[in-house]
């Protein structure tokens, strides 16, 4: 016979058993997830938190979300290769604004760093891709597991913050899009639902005609569902207040995708 306070246990480990499966469904059926962020903080040392100290995005956070975002930010340099391709030695500035943009993007998220991703390459100028002989400014290996970017090209993406030009975002909206196919984790799946939504609304004439009309996204948006998929984030992180008033459900689709708040947008972008 059992002492009573194990099978009290048992009893316990049961009921979480089955509150866990209970949460996995929920979440997955009602766009949430129950927690993002464990307490703990990881720090950034002072060379690096400077850097950090003048993101855009980092000065819009309250306090508590700042503690969060430089753990992840640590955390996400910790996590990654990260490579010159020329071999010189990397810089505080390319450790920490790649991180920046990449946990930017997935702030909403609980899986925020890119399991799909090992490696980040800095070229000193656009190159020639293996796949096509085409110059690229970046590109995704999901196979190598590898984020190739042109680092100057990287910079200016950041340096004007609403021309909707933004090519360290659209990037990281490429592996996380891969993911989201390949991946079964809450994240991962809530992306590919609310892309498959958005893809639907697309397929609406009225949709169709809207987007013509008012040629609101760049002509590059329709050359694939990925690149659509790309752009539409440059947008919602560079011209949210615009993108919102233009294509409400679109952009709700896509505030769902990575559950973005509000308050972490800058709405002030005309
Ligand atoms: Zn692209």
Request: glycine share 2%; charged share 25%; hydrophobic share 40%.
């Amino acid at each position: 016979m059992l002492a009573p306070y194990v099978l009290g246990a048992l009893g316990l480990l049961i009921v979480l058993f089955f509150a866990q499966l209970i949460l996995i469904k929920l979440q997955r059926k009602k766009d949430f997830i129950w927690y993002r962020q464990m307490i703990v903080y990881k720090k950034l040392p002072l060379s690096r938190k400077r850097i950090l100290e003048n993101y855009p995005f980092y000065r819009r956070l309250s306090s508590k979300y700042q503690r969060q975002f430089e753990h992840r930010v640590a955390h996400f340099i910790s996590q990654k290769n990260f490579k010159n391709r020329y071999g010189e030695s990397v810089t505080d500035e390319q450790f920490v604004l790649p991180a920046c943009v990449a946990c930017e993007l997935t702030f909403g998220r609980r899986q925020y760093t890119y399991g799909m991703l090992d490696t980040l390459l800095f070229f000193p100028e656009p190159f020639t891709s293996p796949t096509n002989n085409a110059l690229h400014k970046a590109e995704y290996n999901p196979s190598a597991r590898v984020l190739a970017m042109s680092w100057p090209d990287f910079l200016q993406g950041m340096a004007d913050s609403n021309d909707n030009l933004h090519l360290g975002l659209h990037e990281f909206c490429h592996v996380l899009h891969f993911e989201s196919e390949h991946s079964t984790n809450v994240d991962a799946q809530r992306f590919h639902k609310q892309h498959q939504l958005i893809l639907r609304r697309l397929m609406d004439p009225e949709v169709k005609k809207r987007l013509d009309n008012t040629a609101f996204f760049r002509e590059y948006a329709f050359t694939n569902q990925y690149e659509f998929m790309a752009v539409l984030t440059e947008y919602f992180i560079e011209s949210p207040k615009q993108f919102k008033s233009n294509f409400p459900i679109l952009f709700k689709c896509y505030q769902t995708a990575l559950l973005y708040k509000d308050e972490w947008l800058d709405w002030t972008v005309e």
